[in-house]
């Protein structure tokens, strides 16, 4: 952490570091919600609940980096809430200046959050977006040359709402000292600033101190004097307080010495309530200050419930991945040893174990209730990903100069917290590659007889064991002459008789783009294949289908792998292996003639209207076959229908075990990588079972 960041986080002995993770969470789940109402709102129309639910984020944010002595957050959100104070009241109307400047100060405040976190080192340059927002502030447009007058600046810097004063509000003059430095100037203003129905201060006379060491300054407030020397007192002695009579009827606060000519009314200590020891303004000069009477005075105001910093959810508890990971290790050996006792009782004689069978019985139904609540903690909804992109496009159509409709179905859908993390790139790259290369402009669209509005459409739904995500677009598609020319240009061996799959396999070549120029969209031919490993890496797959003139569609496939899943057991000679119960579609006995031969060695069943190839799990991996009376003690082989990736084959058994919950252990990092396994898991006796790859196996089978 920089020296701004480690400012008065000891008050008192108390340190606040331990509360980073909350506000750094907070904070970004704060700002996702005003990118997300910002793109939402009607300009036109914005109701007052969707303003007030910008303004208390802004406020929320800025509240609790005051108190980690974040300044430079501060300074930003500050800004931000005297523009959107003065939106919400109706004083400024919202347009979308307003809220292209709110957008991108959000991406600043995140990347200020991001430098304070170490994840940067790179500090954000503040200077020109501030003087923006002031200026919309107030009441220009960023348009005009003009700079805003003195009045409104002192009153977008020092948040005044209006200069018309609300009822009750009146003018003063405050004089504090003698001091020996300035940092109580900056105290006073983050108290305004944290409690904005205080009302506003700002520094006279340049904000320098006069012959005596007292510094002058302007106060707009509502506040009683009692009330006001109680907060002073945090950051001045209160014999160091003079305050003016009020003077309503004063059109704008002194400017001078000369003008604050009636500076010198005495406010009697005695008068007020027993008083508090003075704080030291230096080390505090960029905290909130931690008194009561700041939020109690908020809510005598109708405001406290809006301006509490950093209230967590009374319906929410942030835990770490790490005690879930770990939670969810405890139920799998929990899963493990229930699995152990059910293998154990299992012969035992029901009549005379009637109680302990019925335990275990219990105890198996409340483990698969357990392990279900457990798994559902790190499953998020695939929305975490989906609400970034309404923000992407519109920052790409406007540079684009396209328009673009973005459509999300299956938001609710949910995947492991693991994957979905590392599937955010490749999505951002394929939603980028629909926008850019995929729709066109709308001249092009209304000549081909198009809605001048392009359509991206990224939905989410489960299938089977995966997880299929989709980027759709209405563009034009890939034009085959188009790839193949550029193929030819980089020298890869292409043919004119290729099949349109071949063809789009193309662009996943490294290096391979078909745009013409390099713009900081896209160009360079850096992505495609990455998007591709990267899945790959997932244990996923891709693919791609295009028409041209019509559009493109790539699919993307994630496994659901969990820690613990249901499995069926089968047996193969006298091994066991599990097959994942999500990709099981149907099994039945091998009747004589029912499987056919193709060609010198290839076989398929027909079931039903679909004919699907077959194959020996013994064969595959290799099992030595049955002796022939436990081969006839077996009975006969059995033809068990697996699906993945949408495709089916029938695999051979012997024998169908049972359905049971099991624990996936990883068995490359405990053995070595294993085709077509994708894990091992621990038998109720003890013994290893290997759990098929079924989307391995069906791809393999089907080439």
Request: charged share 25%.
């Amino acid at each position: 952490m920089g020296e701004v960041t480690n400012q008065g986080l000891q008050q008192d002995g108390f340190d606040l570091t331990q509360f980073y993770a909350v506000f750094f969470e907070e904070a970004g789940e704060n700002l996702a919600n005003m990118e997300a109402l910002l793109l939402e709102i009607d300009v036109g129309q914005a109701s007052d609940e969707e303003l007030n639910a910008v303004f208390r984020v802004a406020h929320s944010i800025k509240g609790g980096a005051a108190t980690f002595g974040f300044s430079d957050v501060t300074t930003l959100t500050h800004e931000l809430e005297t523009l959107l104070d003065r939106v919400r009241r109706h004083e400024l109307s919202l347009t979308s200046e307003m809220v292209d400047v709110l957008l991108e100060a959000g991406d600043v405040v995140r990347a200020q959050l991001a430098r304070h976190q170490g994840s940067t080192d790179q500090v954000p340059e503040t200077g020109d977006l501030i003087r923006r927002i002031k200026l919309l502030a107030s009441g220009a447009t960023l348009g005009a040359t003009a700079a805003p007058s003195a009045t409104a600046r002192g009153s977008a810097a020092a948040g005044t709402p209006a200069p018309a004063l609300p009822e009750g509000t009146r003018r003063l003059a405050v004089r504090i000292g003698p001091l020996q430095d300035g940092a109580v100037a900056d105290s006073l203003a983050e108290l305004f600033r944290d409690i904005p129905s205080l009302g506003a201060i700002e520094p006279t006379d340049g904000g320098k101190l006069d012959a005596q060491g007292f510094r002058s300054f302007a106060v707009t407030t509502q506040s009683p004097d009692a009330e006001l020397i109680e907060l002073f007192s945090f950051h001045v002695a209160r014999e160091q307080i003079r305050i003016e009579a009020p003077a309503p009827a004063t059109p704008a606060a002194p400017q001078s010495a000369e003008d604050a000519a009636g500076f010198g009314f005495f406010v009697d200590p005695a008068t007020l309530p027993a008083a508090r020891p003075a704080v030291a303004a230096a080390p505090v000069a960029e905290v909130a200050p931690p008194t009561p009477a700041g939020p109690k005075t908020a809510e005598r105001r109708g405001g406290g419930d809006d301006r509490r910093v950093a209230n967590l959810d009374s319906n929410t508890l942030r835990v770490s991945v790490e005690r879930v990971d770990q939670l969810i290790n405890m139920v799998g050996e929990l899963v493990i040893t229930q699995a152990m006792l059910t293998q154990q009782v299992k012969d035992l004689d029901p009549a005379q174990f009637r109680s302990l069978l019925s335990g275990v019985t219990d105890l198996e139904r409340n483990t698969r209730h357990l392990q279900e609540a457990v798994m559902s903690i790190r499953m998020i909804p695939m929305s975490f990903v989906f609400n970034r992109f309404p923000r992407l496009i519109r920052d790409l159509a406007a540079k684009l100069d396209k328009k673009i409709e973005l459509k999300m179905v299956g938001e609710a859908t949910e995947l492991d917290k693991g994957l979905i993390e590392k599937i955010i790139d490749p999505l951002t790259h394929l939603v980028r590659n629909s926008a850019d290369h995929g729709l066109e402009t709308s001249e092009k669209r209304l000549a081909a007889g198009k809605p001048e509005t392009g359509t991206i459409t990224l939905s989410a739904a489960h299938q089977g064991g995966s997880i299929l995500i989709e980027v759709r677009d209405d563009g034009q598609g890939l034009r085959r002459d188009r790839i193949l020319d550029k193929a030819r240009e980089r020298g890869l061996a292409v043919r004119d008789d290729m099949t349109d799959p071949e063809v789009w396999a193309l662009i996943w070549e490294a290096g391979f783009s078909t745009a013409d120029t390099v713009s900081d969209v896209s160009g360079r031919g850096v992505g495609m294949d990455v998007v591709r490993r990267n899945i790959a890496a997932l244990g996923g797959t891709v693919d791609l289908e295009s028409t041209e003139g019509k559009g493109t569609r790539v699919c993307v496939r994630l496994p659901l792998t969990l820690a613990i899943m249901d499995g069926m057991s089968i047996g193969v000679g006298e091994e066991t292996y599990i097959l994942p119960l999500a990709s099981v579609i149907e099994s039945f006995q091998v009747e004589p003639g029912m499987i056919q031969t193709v060609g010198s060695n290839g076989r398929v069943v027909q079931v039903r209207d679909e004919y699907m190839p077959v194959l020996s799990l013994a064969d595959e991996f290799g099992v030595p076959r049955l002796a022939a009376e436990d081969a006839s003690k077996a009975g006969p082989q059995i033809l068990v229908i697996i699906e993945a990736d949408g495709k089916r084959l029938a695999a051979i058994v012997d024998e169908l075990l049972g359905q049971h919950q099991v624990v996936v252990k990883n068995l490359e990092s405990n053995y070595r990588r294993v085709r077509d396994i994708s894990g091992a898991t621990i038998l109720g006796d003890g013994r290893v079972a290997l759990i098929i790859d079924v989307s391995s196996l069906v791809k393999r089978s089907r080439h």
